[in-house]
């Protein structure tokens, strides 16, 4: 029987959601961005004193904006474009790929039934977030 992608997305969101994975992209760039320009504000208004404390303040409103933005798992997979999915799909189906399912109920409850399949899949998942999406992985208990 041929697999669906959104059934093996949704067999993922399954999963992280149970665990309550969370994921957090990095925004580096803008933290970068934010840090530079409050710098030279700073430079321009205080001169070299400005420049030290408009560094120092963009530094920690940089730091502010891009820590603790985590989004659930779920809808991260969910917000992935086709080819990304697919990745994802191609790489949950050399998991599971020795069960046999008729539709998308029975193979999350097969998954759900199997701890060994569930951190298998887990892991493939995080090393995804983390590997290709550049994001940090949290998991709430």
């Known amino acids: 029987m041929p697999v669906a992608v959104e059934d093996i997305m949704r067999l993922l969101c399954?999963?992280?959601e149970e665990r309550k994975m969370k994921a957090a992209v990095k925004h580096s760039g803008r933290g970068a961005l934010v840090t530079g320009a409050v710098a030279f504000v700073g430079g321009l208004v205080g001169g070299p004193p400005g420049l030290a404390v408009g560094g120092a303040v963009g530094g920690l409103l940089g730091a502010w904006m891009t820590s603790g933005q985590f989004k659930p798992v779920?809808?991260?997979?969910?917000e992935l474009p086709p080819a990304e999915q697919q990745?994802?799909?191609?790489?949950?189906?050399?998991?599971?790929?020795?069960?046999e399912w008729t539709d998308a109920v029975q193979l999350t409850m097969l998954v759900m039934g199997s701890e060994a399949l569930q951190k298998q899949l887990l892991a493939m998942l995080a090393n995804?977030?983390?590997k290709e999406l550049?994001?940090?992985v949290q998991y709430d208990d």
């Open 128 to 130: 995804y977030v983390t």
């Open 14 to 16: 399954s999963i992280s």
């Open 134 to 136: 550049r994001a940090e």
């Open 87 to 99: 990745k994802l799909f191609n790489e949950a189906t050399a998991i599971i790929r020795h069960l």
């Open 74 to 78: 779920p809808q991260i997979i969910m």
